[in-house]
Nanobody
């Protein structure tokens, strides 16, 4: 079975930084487009950042300049570096892997930005 295991969430003060990790197994990782989504209570799921199989990246407007998505194919891992965090970044963050019609999700990791 496909597994996406996320880590790195937690509580951070405004202006602080976190790095989320998502380790994939039982897929040919380099063939997949990888993304991070987030969902806050009462809000729709939102695409935060993506990186495709050849390394092209995209970001939500509110995260541009503060977020960086990257991948290490040798480690089967995708990262989301989050800097200058704001309270409105508080959400459950989900890792997603997609290839053609295949679509897999991680379990989610909580990020809370609060003083």
């Amino acid at each position: 079975q496909v597994q996406l295991v996320e880590s790195g969430g937690g509580l951070v003060q405004p202006g602080g930084s976190l790095r989320l990790s998502c380790a994939a197994s039982r897929i040919t990782f380099s063939n997949y487009d990888m993304s991070w989504y987030r969902q806050a209570p009462g809000k729709e799921r939102e695409l935060v950042a993506s990186i495709n199989s050849v390394g092209t990246t995209n970001y939500v407007d509110s995260g541009r300049g503060r977020l960086t998505i990257s991948r290490d194919n040798a480690k089967n891992t995708v990262y989301l570096q989050m800097n200058s965090l704001k309270p409105e970044d508080t959400a459950v963050y989900y890792c997603n892997a997609r290839r053609w019609a295949l679509n897999f999700w991680g379990q989610g990791t909580q990020v809370t930005v609060s003083s």
